[in-house]
């Protein structure tokens, strides 16, 4: 907490020149004989590090402490829909068990929404310590107004250290609207959390699309607002012994009514876009007939995968020409792509090449797609494909 | 129907890197451009102008550079742009920023609809749409694919979910963050440029606003602190695996565990 400030009486011409050029922000300049920081500056205090000594000062300014005695437990936002809770909250569930251990805190579960017993007697068997539960018809469809209202509500009531949200479509419209009731931190879509001993929570995540690491802390503000985003933390495993409790939480009416009405759900229309898929098998000219393809399917089936080609699969006519990679077809960008008997042109590389994870079957050890691929496989798809697909389906090693 | 539409300067790339002496971002000769995902929210604001009369600003928050993105605004349709600069905001994270742009949008004027972009190519969080709401006070719907009709102050949109999409209906004032690909963007007119050539874009600073104590904005208004930036871990190392397909087929098949892609207790 601080500002800067500049010593204009340390400044000259050749000074100012310095501490202009240095500012990797451009928000230093030097007008009649003033050294001005404007609005671009991002507060990185280079100039302070790097300028010349005395010129430009972090002024320190003690702010009032808060008491982290008074906060205590990990809380997380148990999203459901259908009966089904949100496989990211088993996930988030998993890492509040390790945070929590750190310095001996409670976890706690935060359901919200409509007859709820079902699920929250499922959500005992992961190792929760208490779940609170918001059971109101007022409550059966997400709306953010009345969903912040309850968290404000049980914010206010247990007073937890952090509150870990999945980083879903509700998550992400959830999460900053209470964060800002609070006036306290939100971090999205972390990748990395760890505890520290004095209860703050250190939060990596990935800005610049992922080009660069941020560790982020929350020092004087609770509770400390997270994100995840699903698939990205192991899920807690399920005890077949329930453990912990259910309490249950009330809030007047006139907190949970609202005025946004849903006045229809629509299904959503199922169309080909391998550009949305988060997991592909993409095949290519190692696949010697057609009827092979039905081996990439079932793979792909497996693994809830969207099934994709290369051009010369597109000419032959065996697919339809929305599931072509490539520079001439589709950008994508899964979390998964798996390539089978695909050389990897320029042309193919440049629309898959942004994928999280890329794992190959190529029977030339020398294939271009072994210089993109994270995991390579040399040998031949017909002999290990078949032992893949046994493995998934659950037979023998 | 009055609509602001808040929009943000980003860099022109991703493609950044870290110094990792001074752990500071190295954004030299980066050119910036807007953010992509906010063109759909203007296009969204300049469809309503046209079914419902009414007005479209455009508002950011940056320094004075920033102020091409509003141009970019106007050139495609926007009748005002509005600049919050101000020295005060320096380091804000999300809550201090979405803050700083609720007394902004305060000061700028009275809107019955305030549009954002999903979220920015660079913080990449979609979290200060909401959070603005919340500072403004009033409801907010995010990931809305369309504004379907608006009649008198009630507006009825469509809302996309994880698993199906909802058609919510609404009052206004409220604010509406607009799903990528939502619509078809208008390119900037270059009749319009000519004619707005000599547009004045409104400034707004810290003294402007209602709440002018410094310790609410900028580094010191925010409840976040960035501990140290660094690069990625590059998983460089690729692995090859060569030898018998039984062994292939079930190294296959760890990786697929170990990544989370499947898991053990489906078999």
């Not at chain 1, 009032?64 to 809770?85: H, P, Y």
């Not at chain 2, 919050?84 to 305060?106: H, K, N, P």
């Not at chain 2, 208004?221 to 397909?245: D, H, L, M």
Request: aromatic share 6%.
């Amino acid at each position: 907490m601080g500002s800067l400030k500049v010593h204009q009486e340390k400044v000259t011409s050749e000074i100012a020149e310095k501490m202009c050029a240095l500012c990797p922000f451009h928000a230093i300049s030097y007008e009649d004989g003033t050294l001005k920081i404007d609005a671009g500056c991002r507060m990185c205090r280079l100039c302070v590090k790097n300028g010349v000594p005395g010129v430009v000062t972090f002024e320190e300014e003690a702010a009032q402490e808060i008491d982290k005695n008074l906060w205590n437990g990990i809380a997380v936002f148990a999203e459901w829909e259908k009966g089904e809770v949100h496989p990211v909250v088993y996930e988030l569930l998993g890492k509040a068990k390790e945070l929590a251990e750190v310095n001996g805190h409670p976890v706690y579960v935060l359901l919200v929404g409509y007859e709820l017993s079902r699920i929250a007697e499922e959500l005992l068997h992961y190792g929760a310590d208490c779940v609170y539960c918001y059971d109101s018809q007022y409550l059966s469809e997400f709306k953010p107004g009345p969903y912040t209202n309850v968290i404000e509500d049980f914010v206010n009531k247990i007073h937890p250290s952090v509150m870990m949200y999945g980083a879903t479509v509700k998550g992400r419209s959830l999460a900053p609207r209470a964060a800002a009731r609070f006036q306290t931190g939100l971090t999205a879509d972390c990748t990395v959390l760890k505890m520290k001993k004095n209860t703050d929570l250190v939060q990596i995540r990935p800005a610049f699309g992922g080009n660069i690491m941020a560790q982020i802390v929350t020092p004087n503000c609770r509770p400390q607002f997270c994100t995840v985003r699903y698939k990205v933390f192991s899920s807690a495993e399920r005890s077949r012994q329930a453990s912990g409790k259910i309490e249950k939480m009330g809030l007047a009416d006139e907190k949970l009514k609202s005025c946004v009405k849903v006045q229809r759900e629509i299904e959503k229309p199922k169309t080909i876009d391998i550009a949305q898929a988060e997991v592909i098998v993409a095949v290519g000219r190692g696949v010697k007939s057609r009827q092979d393809l039905a081996m990439a399917q079932e793979l792909a089936e497996l693994l809830g995968a969207q099934l994709a080609c290369t051009r010369p699969l597109i000419e032959a006519g065996w697919f339809d020409a929305r599931r072509q990679i490539g520079l001439s077809g589709r950008t994508v960008k899964p979390k998964l792509i798996i390539t089978l008997g695909i050389s990897g042109s320029v042309q193919f590389a440049a629309g898959m090449k942004g994928a999280e994870c890329i794992i190959s079957i190529n029977q030339d050890k020398n294939a271009d797609i072994f210089n993109l691929a994270h995991y390579c496989f040399v040998g031949d798809l017909y002999e290990i494909l078949p032992k893949l697909l046994c493995r998934l389906k659950g037979g023998a090693r | 129907m009055e609509i602001l539409v808040c929009i943000k300067q980003v860099p022109g790339t991703t493609a950044v890197e870290v110094d990792e002496e001074t752990g500071v971002l190295k954004r030299d000769g980066v050119e910036a451009k807007m953010n992509p995902f906010d063109l759909f929210a203007i296009e969204q604001a300049l469809l309503l102008r046209e079914k419902y009369g009414g007005k479209v600003d455009v508002i950011t928050m940056g320094p004075g550079q920033a102020e091409a993105v509003l141009r970019e605004a106007v050139w495609m349709g926007a009748d005002r742009g509005i600049l919050i600069s101000d020295r005060s905001f320096a380091g804000s994270d999300v809550a201090a920023t979405s803050y700083a742009l609720s007394q902004g949008v305060r000061k700028a004027g009275t809107y019955d609809l305030i549009l954002c972009g999903k979220q920015t190519t660079d913080g990449d969080t979609a979290q200060v749409g909401p959070e603005m709401a919340e500072f403004l006070g009033i409801e907010h719907i995010a990931n809305v694919e369309m504004v379907l009709e608006a009649e008198g102050n009630e507006l009825t949109v469509l809302e996309n979910q994880e698993n199906c999409q909802r058609q919510l209906k609404l009052f206004m004032p409220c604010l509406l963050t607009i799903e990528k690909d939502a619509n078809t963007p208008r390119l900037p007119s270059y009749k319009r440029k000519m004619k707005t050539g000599g547009l004045e874009i409104e400034r707004i600073g810290l003294s402007d606003f209602s709440d002018k104590d410094r310790r609410h904005y900028g580094l010191e208004g925010s409840p976040t602190q960035v501990e140290r930036i660094f690069p990625p871990e590059r998983n460089a190392s690729c692995q090859k695996y060569e030898g018998e397909p039984e062994k292939l087929g079930n190294l296959f098949y760890q990786v697929l565990l170990e990544k989370k892609f499947v898991s053990e207790n489906k078999v």
